[in-house]
């Protein structure tokens, strides 16, 4: 009797001992997953004191030309929710967020209540915004090449039972902005260098978390409104470091930083779309600098993944500076801090090439 006393509470214990590690599992299991490094770190900065977000597209790696990794796909499969900006920027995450993510809110924040878009700038003193030479060119043929008047199915359940959560937009009128989808036209997707777009995003991470994880949706609230505070301060901040050079004229490389332009007030004359990879001919040097003269750019800003002496070498002659732009926050230690160092990073870059001091 003793002996059968025994064996029962052995094998109890043992049950519940696997239950236990099951239900650990199953916890471990449970994701949040973010796509780029500006939008991991307003998640991360709701998400604190509850858990930590995986990041999918990590240092300098760019959204326009991913390859999603198998612990990328492993991420989806366990995610309870997942923030994106949109396939017009993550183009490579439109299929598996339908084939991978089953059962988790995947939020597009370009669809944010609140968020102002901005159409994509092309013709005269703006390149083709094809990304070319970026190794963008897929993102170029997939998001600008193809129908945007395509269906989506916004707000509704798909057929694979996968759950979307394109955020109310409370009446905002997207009409004139451009969203892919909306009226035929692409927008720009770089949303997030706005401060106040930023804002509009940590609600909606808030309100989508605390809808899958109600027991912690006291801790997202004060959270992101933590945040917002932060933003509005650092909004601030980047007014001040940027009044006196706003009237300067500047080039981009890259055309990603319109929204940062247009909250500021700051002066962008025109984009090089020059790939880090191939160095340009003598003859495309040449258009280049002449381009660079006929605007009468104070400076012209690269990012980090093109070569000093390509720069150098475009801008020799034209008595333009050159400055350095991240809109990804590339070298940057992942988390919440990582959005407000990246602002203030950005700003200081555009202060000191304008201002000279570069």
Same mark, same amino acid.
Request: charged letters at 20%; hydrophobic letters at 40%; one cysteine or more.
């Given at each position: $009797? ?74 989806? !499969?366990? +995610?309870?929710?997942? &923030? ?7 183009? &490579? ?11 988790? #809110? ?23 915004? =094809? ?33 979307? =959560? ?19 036209? @692409? ?12 804002? +509009? ?6 309100? +989508?978390?605390? @809808? ?8 997202? #609230?004060?959270?992101?409104?933590? $945040? ?11 007014? @001040? ?6 009237? #300067?004229? &500047? ?25 880090? !990879?191939?160095?340009?001919? +003598?003859?495309r040097i040449a258009e280049l600098r002449d381009k660079i003269k006929e605007l009468d750019a104070v400076c012209v800003f690269s990012e980090p993944? &093109? ?6 070498t475009v801008i020799e002659g034209t008595g333009a500076r050159t400055g350095v732009l991240d809109p990804l926050g590339a070298d940057l230690a992942?988390?919440? =801090?990582?959005?407000?160092?990246? $602002? ?15």
């Open positions: $009797m003793i002996a059968a006393r025994k064996t029962l509470l052995a094998t109890a214990a043992f049950a519940v001992t696997a239950l236990t590690a099951d239900l650990g599992s199953a916890h471990e299991r449970d994701q949040v997953v973010a796509s780029i490094k500006p939008v991991h770190s307003l998640v991360a900065g709701v998400m604190e004191g509850v858990g930590d977000p995986h990041l999918i597209v990590k240092g300098a790696g760019s959204p326009h030309a991913f390859s999603l990794k198998p612990s990328d796909a492993e991420a989806l !499969e366990h +995610a309870t929710a997942v &923030f994106w900006i949109g396939e017009d920027l993550e183009t &490579f995450l439109s299929a598996p967020l339908q084939t991978l993510a089953h059962g988790a #809110k995947t939020v597009e924040l370009a669809k944010a209540a609140g968020i102002e878009l901005l159409e994509v700038r092309e013709g005269g003193t703006w390149d083709a915004h =094809d990304h070319s030479g970026h190794g963008h060119a897929e993102h170029a043929e997939k998001a600008h090449g193809h129908d945007h008047g395509h269906e989506h199915n916004h707000g509704h359940e798909h057929d694979h039972g996968h759950e979307h =959560d394109h955020a109310d937009h409370g009446g905002h009128d997207h009409a004139g902005h451009g969203h892919g989808g909306h009226d035929g036209h @692409a927008f720009d997707a770089h949303l997030w260098l706005d401060p106040e777009n930023a804002e +509009a995003m940590l609600t909606a991470i808030a309100t +989508a978390l605390s @809808a899958k994880d109600p027991a912690n949706a006291e801790t997202y #609230k004060q959270n992101a409104e933590a $945040m917002i505070a932060r933003v509005e301060t650092l909004e601030g901040e980047i007014e @001040a470091i940027l009044a006196p050079v706003k009237d #300067k004229p &500047f080039i981009v490389f890259h055309d990603a930083y319109q929204y940062l332009e247009n909250r500021f007030g700051l002066n962008a004359v025109g984009s090089i779309t020059v790939g880090p !990879e191939v160095q340009p001919g +003598a003859a993944q &093109f070569e000093p002496r390509l720069v150098a992942d988390g919440p =801090d990582l959005y407000f160092e990246m $602002m203030r990073a950005n700003a200081k870059a555009l202060a000191d090439c304008l201002g000279g001091t570069s």
